[in-house]
């Protein structure tokens, strides 16, 4: 499989002149392109937070513990005094970092059911709940986070299923298949988990409906041949 240098390179690589392009179309403003750019990023790491000795178990429980600080401190900035909201986001920062690292590396399986898609579908989900009630970002950007998040954590899995097929003797190595699936079917109950932290994630998410209106410039299904038709001749004309 690739490995951490690899995942951040490539999902770097691909998420940036994509989060870009949102910009240069008119999708997104300059702060959510860049929003977009830094999630694809750490979709690209999120699968192999189920790997015991993996930088990217660190690098993730690392900013999560940071955003928990983060919360900690905003939450408390209006009720206690300042060295409580400062004890209080050491303590957050620490309890995710150590405590619950080590409960989630006990309970998680290299290349189990957190690397597939459905865990990728989870990722996405539970992102945009998070960076709308939490971060109060916009309805369309969060929507874009999550999509993006999704994307990072998919080009993981097409990473780890190219770099088991080695090319050089022409031979499929064992751990082909074992990244790019549905999702575990050996695990059916963390599957049920994953599949009910999805429904959760979506229920508790807002309309996607801000992303449709992005693409008001798309013909009508019943224009959708002639304009096809247009866009050919259009292209004929300029290369003739």
Same mark, same amino acid.
């Given at each position: 499989? &690739?490995?951490?240098?690899?995942?951040?390179?490539?999902?770097?690589?691909?998420?940036?002149?994509?989060?870009?392009?949102?910009? /240069?179309?008119? =999708?997104?403003?300059?702060?959510?392109?860049? =929003?977009?750019?830094?999630?694809?990023?750490?979709?690209?790491? %999120?699968?192999? /937070? *189920?790997?015991?000795?993996?930088?990217?178990?660190?690098?993730?429980?690392?900013? =999560?513990?940071?955003?928990?600080?983060?919360?900690?401190? &905003?939450?408390?900035?209006?009720?206690?005094?300042?060295?409580?909201?400062?004890?209080?986001? /050491?303590?957050?920062?620490?309890?995710?970092?150590?405590?619950?690292?080590?409960?989630? $590396?006990?309970?998680?399986?290299?290349?189990?059911?957190?690397?597939?898609?459905?865990?990728?579908?989870?990722?996405?989900?539970?992102?945009?709940?998070?960076?709308?009630?939490?971060?109060?970002?916009?309805?369309?950007?969060?929507?874009?986070?999550?999509? =993006?998040?999704?994307?990072?954590?998919?080009?993981?899995?097409?990473? *780890? @299923?190219?770099?088991?097929?080695?090319?050089?003797?022409?031979?499929? #190595?064992?751990?082909?298949?074992?990244?790019? #699936?549905?999702? *575990? !079917?050996? @695990?059916?109950?963390?599957? %049920?988990? %994953? %599949?009910?932290?999805?429904?959760?994630?979506?229920?508790?998410?807002?309309?996607?409906?801000?992303?449709?209106?992005?693409?008001? !410039? !798309?013909? $009508?299904?019943?224009?959708?041949?002639?304009?096809?038709?247009?866009?050919?001749?259009?292209?004929?004309?300029? !290369?003739?």
């Amino acid at each position: 499989m &690739a490995d951490f240098k690899t995942h951040f390179t490539v999902a770097a690589i691909l998420s940036a002149p994509l989060a870009a392009s949102t910009f /240069i179309m008119g =999708f997104a403003n300059m702060n959510e392109a860049i =929003f977009y750019a830094l999630a694809g990023t750490l979709g690209g790491l %999120l699968p192999d /937070i *189920d790997a015991d000795d993996s930088a990217a178990i660190r690098l993730i429980f690392r900013l =999560f513990g940071a955003l928990a600080g983060g919360l900690a401190i &905003a939450f408390g900035m209006e009720k206690l005094i300042h060295w409580q909201v400062l004890a209080l986001a /050491i303590v957050s920062y620490l309890v995710v970092r150590f405590p619950i690292q080590w409960v989630f $590396e006990q309970f998680t399986i290299h290349r189990g059911t957190l690397h597939s898609l459905l865990a990728n579908m989870m990722f996405a989900m539970l992102a945009v709940p998070i960076t709308y009630h939490l971060f109060a970002l916009e309805v369309k950007t969060a929507w874009g986070i999550g999509g =993006f998040i999704f994307l990072g954590a998919t080009i993981h899995l097409i990473l *780890d @299923e190219l770099y088991s097929i080695e090319l050089s003797g022409m031979r499929i #190595k064992r751990s082909f298949g074992t990244a790019m #699936k549905l999702t *575990d !079917w050996g @695990e059916p109950l963390a599957s %049920l988990v %994953l %599949l009910l932290c999805c429904v959760v994630g979506y229920w508790l998410s807002p309309s996607a409906e801000a992303w449709i209106t992005a693409f008001t !410039w !798309w013909p $009508e299904n019943v224009q959708l041949s002639e304009w096809f038709i247009q866009e050919l001749n259009e292209l004929r004309q300029l !290369w003739g």
